[in-house]
Nanobody, 128 residues
Framework: QVQLVESGGGSVQAGGSLRLSCAAS????????MAWFRQVPGKEREGVAV????????AYADSVEGRFTISEDNAKNTVYLQMNSLKPEDTAIYYC?????????????????????WGQGTQVTVSS
């Protein structure tokens, strides 16, 4: 089992920045992908950014490309999401997700169904 705990959410004005953190614990050695998703009430949860724990390769949703950066600190078992130039449409609950190796089918790096473990979420609010 893997436990994920997010932190760093809050309120910020448009154009501002926030950094989210996701601390993983438990059987973390089997994790091969970590990702951030977000969800607005009434809408589906969408993938924002993903990082491969082995190679460090990253991928982003078009809506955040160039503004958000995902990174990891393997020594701390922590993944970060640096969010710059925030827009009101970035307002959502942000969730950290992890996928373990050979744990279910693969639907793509930013697909909800590819991930096995989820954090509780942290609210990000961007005001205009």
């Amino acid at each position: 089992q893997v436990q994920l705990v997010e932190s760093g959410g809050g309120s910020v004005q448009a154009g501002g920045s926030l950094r989210l953190s996701c601390a993983a614990s438990g059987y973390t050695s089997n994790i091969n992908f970590m990702a951030w998703f977000r969800q607005v009430p009434g809408k589906e949860r969408e993938g924002v950014a993903v990082i491969s724990s082995g190679s460090g390769s990253t991928a982003y949703a078009d809506s955040v490309e160039g503004r958000f950066t995902i990174s990891e600190d393997n020594a701390k078992n922590t993944v970060y999401l640096q969010m710059n130039s925030l827009k009101p449409e970035d307002t959502a609950i942000y969730y950290c997700a992890a996928r373990c190796g050979r744990c279910g089918d693969w639907y793509g790096p930013l697909s909800l169904a590819s991930y096995n473990y989820w954090g509780q979420g942290t609210q990000v609010t961007v005001s205009s």
